[in-house]
């Protein structure tokens, strides 16, 4: 018999329970509403990029980016993860108050669990396979009434900056018809002036 072998394992630690601030996912305690976007941004003989249909939260907004290719590819492309490189897509968006906001890839939290000041565009999720992806972006805070413009450019793909606008008011209307599920009285995650590295 060892030393060791009656040591009493220490318990373990509870995960935290903290709700996901709004700048950064949409709640998950809100039924959104469906809105139609089917935007094309790309459409050539082997490839084709299009925004899909969004959900509108009082606090934001998701939608689908689909990339589609004519033929498969050795490596798929998956646009907002993984490695930068000079050639990667950009995207963003035109808001109709003059702000503009480009998605940020995942990675480090830290940095946004304070408020930020300004909108934040960030993928959510994604799937795909050889010659088709999507990703799923999350817009926060819920954009203006008024032009919203779709931004692309995908420079390793010999796409020039290219845009389509759309009006954001159908968006906007249809927040107001989201509805709170059940109450979410979880506190937010510590601050980055509180957490400790």
């Not at 907004?61 to 990667?88: H, I, K, M, W, Y």
Request: charge should be negative.
């Amino acid at each position: 018999m060892s030393f060791f072998d009656d040591a009493e394992a220490p318990p373990p630690a509870p995960p935290p329970d903290y709700r996901t601030p709004e700048w950064l996912a949409p709640p998950e305690n809100v039924r959104p509403a469906t809105v139609a976007l089917d935007l094309v941004l790309v459409r050539r003989p082997d490839l084709a990029i299009w925004v899909s249909d969004a959900l509108a939260y009082p606090a934001g907004l998701t939608f689908g980016v689909n990339v589609q290719t004519r033929e498969a590819r050795r490596e798929p492309a998956s646009p907002f993860f993984g490695e930068t490189d000079a050639g990667e897509m950009r995207f963003g968006l035109m808001l109709a108050d003059g702000r503009k906001v480009i998605t940020q890839r995942l990675g480090d939290m830290r940095p946004f669990l304070d408020r930020p000041d300004r909108p934040i565009l960030r993928p959510r999720s994604g799937s795909g396979g050889s010659n088709r992806s999507s990703a799923e972006l999350w817009l926060w805070p819920l954009p203006p009434a008024g032009p919203l413009t779709f931004v692309l450019a995908w420079p390793a793909e010999g796409i020039d900056e290219t845009s389509v606008e759309t009006d954001a008011t159908p968006i906007v209307a249809a927040a107001e018809r989201a509805f709170e599920l059940w109450p979410d009285d979880r506190p937010l995650p510590p601050s980055e002036d509180d957490v400790v590295i």
